[in-house]
């Protein structure tokens, strides 16, 4: 039985990284889609950008893996200042509006890698599967 825990033990961990990177996939849509997003619902400021944070884990099969460890506001990026008198959500003294603090190209890159590494996973399964079929083609 220890062999097939071990087979499956790959699988389990490139699953892991499947639901890490879709999350991260996930959340670097959100921040694109608030890119322009000057201010919140709770009446706290423009969008801050967020960011995923992988751990790695060990599950009780002895299998290990990547999960998301939190999803954490970039407090270290500044917002960007835009002068647009006109906006609604201008300062009305100096007629400077902060920008959400989302870099949209550092996304589209991240977004890509993101999905490299969801497709490199999704490969990983795909040949544990072809390995586990010729393995019962030898056992028969």
């Known amino acids: 039985m220890g062999g097939i825990n071990e087979l499956f033990g790959g699988m389990r961990a490139s699953s892991s990284a499947l639901s890490a990177e879709r999350t991260r996939i996930d959340v670097i849509a959100k921040n694109i889609a608030n890119a322009e997003s000057t201010s919140m619902p709770d009446g706290s400021g423009p969008y801050r950008r967020q960011v995923v944070n992988f751990a790695p884990f060990l599950d009780k099969a002895g299998s290990s893996g990547a999960r998301v460890g939190s999803i954490t506001s970039d407090n270290v990026t500044p917002f960007p200042v835009l002068h647009d008198p006109g906006h609604k959500d201008a300062d009305p003294a100096t007629g400077n509006v902060l920008m959400p603090n989302v870099n949209v190209v550092q996304e589209m890159a991240d977004l890509i890698l993101a999905m490299r590494s969801y497709e490199a996973?999704?490969?990983?399964?795909?040949?544990?599967?072809?390995?586990?079929?010729?393995?019962?083609r030898i056992a028969q």
């Open 121 to 136: 996973n999704l490969n990983t399964q795909d040949n544990f599967v072809k390995m586990a079929e010729r393995a019962l």
